[in-house]
């Protein structure tokens, strides 16, 4: 985790209609005999009137050592993490959306889980708290 900014706009309860991911390029640095892939995801609470509720920001940095031998070309690593790296830092972008949202005292913000025919998560949920039900006198 390189940087994590979570805030709210409104106070809590939140009437959260609409999330929307924002996903930047990922950024790639190569220093033999490693390289790096940095991934920025920023998610929005909206209400009804597309307005935002809170936001939150995570940037996770993957790195990699490589083996022994002739330094791969930037084609080869930029292949590389376009097929592999999303898959390592999703469970951590995940994992960390949900408890900042959690944290915010909104209801947490769930990504989906990925497949290789979709490399980024095409489901995201927001997980609901029951209603307290008040009984009739």
């Not at 409104?10 to 959260?16: H, Q, S, T």
């Not at 209609?17 to 930047?24: Q, Y």
């Amino acid at each position: 985790m390189q940087r994590l900014r979570a805030e709210t706009i409104e106070d809590p309860p939140l009437d959260v209609a609409k999330v929307v991911i924002t996903v930047e390029p990922c950024e790639v640095l190569l220093e033999a005999p490693r390289f790096a892939a940095r991934f920025t995801q920023t998610v929005t609470l909206q209400d009804h009137d597309e307005q935002s509720l809170a936001e939150v920001e995570i940037v996770v940095v993957i790195d990699y050592t490589l083996d022994d031998g002739p330094t791969p070309s930037q084609e080869a690593i930029a292949a590389y993490v376009e097929s592999n790296s999303y898959f390592t830092a999703h469970p951590y972008l995940r994992e960390t959306l949900q408890n900042a949202t959690l944290k915010l005292g909104v209801e947490p913000v769930v990504l989906g889980i990925l497949s290789r025919d979709q490399p980024r998560p095409t489901e995201v949920s927001l997980v609901r708290r029951p209603t307290p039900q008040v009984a009739a006198p």
